[in-house]
């Protein structure tokens, strides 16, 4: 994680004792606004720290708390969203919006093998698709002449929503 790799601030703060908010019985809503504050200050290393340590204690975190975790990473750079999402990988169940903002993301900057990673991970998790997810998919890899642009279509499809003239 972070810690080992060297994580800047948040793992210097968490080494001198500085995530306090977060030691012994604090409360859920007490971790919330200790995330929150790392989010409003735009710091996505310490806002993860504290993600990963509430889930540690077995709290469930807010998917609101997770996308806002991304859109500050994002603001970041796509260093720091790629070291957040492979963090958060196999630890915290990434919400739809998360992944709806990310895949938008990609489609923005025409980053199809990051769009293929979430892909995977979508289907790893057995996210619940919903049309905010496809979208950006279905551009992404039929711009890139994608295979998997098929099978993405046909299970939009499938899910009862279809193309619209956006997509198009």
């Keep these: 994680l972070l810690l080992e790799g060297g994580g800047g601030a948040a793992a210097a703060a968490v080494g001198r004792g500085k995530t306090r908010e977060l030691d012994g019985q604090a ?18 290393d310490a806002a993860l720290l504290k993600i ?36 958060l990988e196999g630890n915290v169940s990434l919400p739809v919006e998360s992944f709806a903002l990310l895949l938008n993301e990609c489609l923005k900057q025409g980053d199809i093998e990051f769009a293929r990673r979430l ?25 890139a002449c994608d295979a998997r642009t098929t099978a993405i279509f046909a299970d939009m499809q499938a899910q009862g929503s279809f193309a619209s003239e956006g997509l198009c």
């Design 27 to 44: 409360s859920a809503r007490g971790c919330l606004t200790a995330i929150k504050s790392s989010l409003n200050s735009k710091d996505a």
């Design 119 to 143: 892909d995977a991970l979508t289907q790893d998790q057995k996210t619940k698709m919903h049309y905010s997810i496809y979208e950006p998919l279905l551009k992404l890899f039929a711009k």
């Design 52 to 87: 990963l340590a509430m889930r540690k204690r077995g709290l469930e975190v807010p998917p609101s708390a997770i996308t806002l975790l991304f859109k500050v990473a994002k603001e970041n750079g796509s260093e720091t969203t790629q070291r957040v999402l492979s963090s």
